[in-house]
């Protein structure tokens, strides 16, 4: 048991909300995760010390998804901490999580606010994970995360559901041109979560939070590890022969 290498997972915006309860439910399967943050240092090396307590190991890096000009000298950073930290050279899964949000009518949304979005969350992810395909063994998996706003709307937020719906296209085309490395490609698109996301609106407009449980089939808003909990499962085996999905993971809402 000791030869054997445990499977590496890479998870973007890991060190809070989301991104942390999908790099701790990963550790839980088994797998060892690198993490990136934005600005956060000391957050990120808190997810990093609860994740060794798992018995897995951990490493955060700094990245700033909306540049990616960047992208070169991060996955130099990448190949080092493979070696150093994790003794090998490539990672397995690819979790493209980080991101922020915009809220604003259609009417009034600026150029400069789309030009964010864009970078963030369909640039960052394209270049990033090509990119990192360099890095990646073959028979892993990409975990592109979406939205419930692809496929039902709330006013106030056209820029960034349209750039998730942008990725969700583009997973298919992933899942379609990597197959022959025998790597899948999936989206989980989450619902209305309580974290800090937005300025945490669901989590602290408690009007907000109810309007949205009652549009809900199973009655309450989500939790971060109502999400992290799928995704480590679609980096696992047991998903092995799930590819080019788009998983819901909202309780049911607006059914």
Request: glycine share 10%.
């Amino acid at each position: 048991m000791e030869n054997k290498k445990n499977k590496i997972a890479l998870v973007t915006g890991g060190s809070r909300g989301l991104g942390k309860e999908m790099a701790l439910s990963l550790a839980k399967k088994g797998l060892d995760v690198v993490l990136t943050y934005h600005s956060k240092k000391e957050e990120a090396e808190v997810v990093v010390g609860e994740i060794e307590k798992l018995g897995q190991k951990a490493v955060a890096i700094q990245l700033n998804v909306a540049e990616s000009s960047s992208f070169d000298s991060f996955f130099q950073n990448v190949t080092t901490v493979l070696k150093s930290t994790f003794n090998t050279d490539k990672f397995d899964f690819l979790v493209n999580n980080a991101g922020v949000g915009v809220h604003e009518g259609f009417l009034t949304t600026t150029e400069a606010q789309v030009d964010n979005m864009v970078n963030i969350h369909f640039k960052g992810a394209f270049f990033l994970t090509q990119k990192a395909l360099a890095v990646m063994n073959d028979g892993g998996g990409i975990v592109n995360i979406s939205s419930g706003l692809t496929r039902f709307s709330f006013p106030g937020y056209a820029a960034y559901a349209s750039m998730k719906g942008a990725i969700e296209t583009l997973s298919k085309y992933q899942a379609k041109e990597l197959g022959e490395r025998k790597i899948r490609v999936n989206i989980v698109a989450p619902g209305a979560i309580e974290t800090d996301f937005g300025g945490g609106a669901v989590r602290d407009n408690e009007q907000l939070n109810q309007m949205i449980a009652a549009m809900t089939a199973l009655g309450r808003v989500g939790l971060p590890d109502d999400i992290g909990s799928v995704v480590a499962f679609l980096c696992t085996d047991d998903a092995k022969w799930v590819n080019a999905q788009r998983i819901e993971v909202s309780g049911g809402m607006n059914l």
